[in-house]
C-alpha cells in the first residue's frame, strides 16, 4: 500500500464546497420510528468522500472499511425490505432469526462513524492541536480495543499521515464561516444517530459500539 501523502489544495470539483456534494446530510436523516436505513447508509457515503480530502492512500483501509460495512447494510435492505426500513428493525429481525447477516456490518460502520465524528470534535475544540493528533486520540478511545494486532499498525499509519490542519480546513471550501457550521451540523446530526443506536444496543443487549 503507497503511503505518499499528496498535499491538499483546493477542492477536486471546481472548489465546490464538501458539503455541497454530500447528496444526504446525517442531520437529514428521519428518525421517527427508527433511523431510516436507506437515508442513513446515504449520508453514510459522504464520510468516505470526507477521507477522500485527507489526500492520502494510507486511508484506504479506513474508506474500504466503511465501503463493505455501508454495502452489507444495503444488501440486507434489499433482501428483506419489509424488516430493514430501519437500523433498530434490522437488529430486532437478525437477533429473532438468529441470522445476524447485517448485524456485524452496522455495528462496526457505527464504530467507525463514531471514530470520525470523535477525531473531528476533539479538533474542533482544539485549535492548536494537528488533525493527526486528534485523530489518533479518538482510534485510540473508540475502534482501538476492538482491532487486532494486524489491523491495528495499518490506521495507526492512516491517523499518522493526516494532513496539517492549516491545509485540510481550506480544502473543505469557502467561505469558511458557512463551510464550519455545515460540518458542526453535519457532526451533530450524526451524534445524535449515535447517541441513540448506543442507548438501543445497550437495551437489547445487542453488544457495544
Known sequence: MSTEATPVGQNTEEDVPFYKTV???FKDVQLEGGVQTDQFCEACDAVIQF???????AFSVVQNDLSSKIARVRERLEANPRTSQTLEQILIDEKQENVPFATGALT???RSL??????LRLNFANP???LSTSMTKAYDRTLRPYHG?????LFRLAMNVCPYRAKFYPALGEPEDVVMQELDQWLAGLEVILGRMTEFYKAGNYGSI
Open 51 to 57: 477521507f477522500d480530502l485527507f489526500k492520502n492512500a
Open 128 to 130: 492548536k492541536e494537528e
Open 23 to 25: 447528496k444526504r446530510s
Open 108 to 110: 462496526w460502520l457505527l
Open 149 to 153: 494486532f494486524m489491523i491495528r499498525p
Open 114 to 119: 463514531k471514530f470520525t465524528t470523535l477525531g
